[in-house]
């Protein structure tokens, strides 16, 4: 008995734990997307990399250098002077360009004259091509101008004696030191040497290297064409920040077709609130919740047929035997003017008021007005072609109730006067009014029936596209 009551007792508890667990139907935990606008918008500093710098041009960065200085000639034999005994002038013309803040390379002419081992004065020419290495060229990947320059070089060229007329190999050497004056111009100094054969000046031994000229030289660079260096900028916040903002994009772009979609849903909800509305009879009654439909001051037009009108009164009287209002046409009594015919059915000749020929406005008439709404065709820009080809379907109706009930028709065109010249207005109203009229004729409507007018530039509707039009009435004919 004992076991049976502890095992009743467990069995509740089981069912009791069960019943107090909540289904959990979703996560209750949400992640939400915060995007600061305002750090996403903030412009970003630029950080340089280290070492990196990028030439302005690939054209930049050419130099020219003037120079003049002294020569001093050893060969091998050396003869009997000191170093000051040696001393001729010198000059010299190099034209560059420096491919990296470290790297470039000249040619250079220089020359004038040199003292050779018997003391006797020679006249030389030297041209050579060398190669410059600026040492201090990493400062420009630290900061954007640097005043000074130390640059060893070496390259090869050719000597030419203008007194023996020997012509020989040479190789040259030195260094370079600049001051940067300005951005265009810069002070240059230069100690070079120069070994070729010891028979360059016409008395050592050919073949051997011995005789050397050591020049010291100063003079100015002009710096040519797009000058200097960029320092090269790291790309990495860019991409971070880009990345942020397509994230950014495209969470807008979710909002917005949320919202589009919310918005289309209000918008048929609304429409189909004004459909019962007029249905009911109450559109007038509650027409200010609708007022904001027409924001720009005037309404685009459009093509208007009365349907509702029409059903609400067939549903309230439901006794209407169903023949057309056109089918017969009477005189208003008291009024003989044939134009002035009001059509009645057969039940309104019998006593029994026909409800579409009084509630429905697609049949009301009277003297110089049409019946129901005017028809607007719409046309491209500054031609008579239709926007919308399907608008043909609108001439077909049009075409076969007015052959069926003998009706007149008037066709109205006209134009964008914000666009074209009057003249050119009144014309293209012209054609409009007249492609349409065409298009009627074709659709079996006598040209007898068709009352064409151009109005020529309208500012009517907005927007202005809607003033690009024809439109179409239909009129009773008046008894001949």
Not at 219 to 243: C, M, S
Not at 303 to 314: E, H, T, V, W
Not at 437 to 458: C, K, P, V
Request: hydrophobic share 35%; charged share 20%; glycine share 8%.
């Amino acid at each position: 008995m004992t076991k049976q009551i502890f095992f009743i007792f467990a069995v509740f508890c089981a069912l009791q734990a069960q019943a107090s667990v909540r289904s959990m139907q979703e996560d209750t935990v949400q992640h939400t997307v915060h995007y600061e606008v305002r750090e996403l918008l903030q412009p970003i500093q630029p950080v340089y990399l280290d070492g990196v710098v990028l030439p302005v041009s690939r054209t930049g960065n050419w130099f020219v250098s003037v120079a003049g200085g002294t020569t001093a000639f050893l060969g091998a034999p050396l003869g009997c002077e000191d170093l000051f005994g040696r001393l001729r002038p010198s000059y010299s013309l190099a034209v560059g360009k420096w491919f990296t803040p470290s790297v470039g390379a000249r040619i250079n002419y220089g020359g004038l004259q040199f003292k050779d081992a018997m003391l006797s004065s020679q006249n030389y020419h030297h041209i050579h091509a060398d190669l410059l290495w600026n040492v201090l060229g990493q400062r420009y990947a630290r900061q954007e101008q640097v005043r000074w320059g130390l640059a060893p070089f070496a390259g090869v060229g050719l000597l030419h004696n203008a007194t023996n007329g020997n012509n020989s190999f040479a190789f040259s050497y030195g260094i370079q030191g600049q001051y940067h004056i300005s951005k265009r111009v810069s002070a240059v100094w230069e100690l070079s040497g120069t070994t070729t054969f010891r028979d360059f000046d016409g008395y050592g031994q050919p073949n051997r290297l011995g005789d050397h000229l050591l020049s010291l030289s100063v003079g100015f660079t002009f710096h040519l064409g797009k000058v200097g260096w960029k320092r090269a900028v790291d790309a990495t916040p860019y991409i971070r920040q880009n990345e942020r903002l397509v994230d950014y994009a495209n969470f807008l772009s979710e909002e917005n077709r949320r919202y589009a979609g919310r918005h289309d849903q209000d918008r048929r909800t609304l429409a189909e609130l004004k459909k019962i509305l007029e249905i009911e009879g109450l559109l007038d009654t509650y027409s200010h919740l609708f007022e904001d439909d027409d924001t720009a001051g005037s309404k685009f037009p459009v093509n208007n047929y009365s349907g509702l009108n029409s059903l609400r009164a067939r549903l309230r009287h439901k006794h209407w035997d169903g023949t057309s209002p056109l089918d017969t046409m009477v005189l208003l009594p008291g009024n003989e003017n044939p134009a002035c015919k009001y059509p009645v059915s057969q039940s309104m000749s019998s006593g029994h008021q026909d409800s579409l020929s009084t509630n429905s406005t697609s049949f009301l008439y009277t003297d110089s007005e049409c019946i129901g709404s005017p028809v607007y065709f719409f046309f491209c820009l500054n031609t008579a072609h239709l926007t919308d080809v399907s608008q043909m379907l609108n001439l077909d109706e049009l075409a076969r109730v007015a052959k069926k009930y003998g009706l007149s028709v008037r066709v109205t065109g006209a134009a964008d006067s914000s666009t074209g010249t009057p003249g050119i207005n009144d014309s293209l109203s012209v054609s409009r009014a007249g492609f349409i009229a065409t298009e009627l004729i074709r659709r079996g409507i006598s040209d007898e029936r068709i009352t064409r007018t151009g109005r020529g530039g309208i500012a009517d509707h907005t927007p202005m596209e809607a003033n690009r039009h024809t439109k179409v009435e239909l009129f009773f004919s008046e008894a001949k």
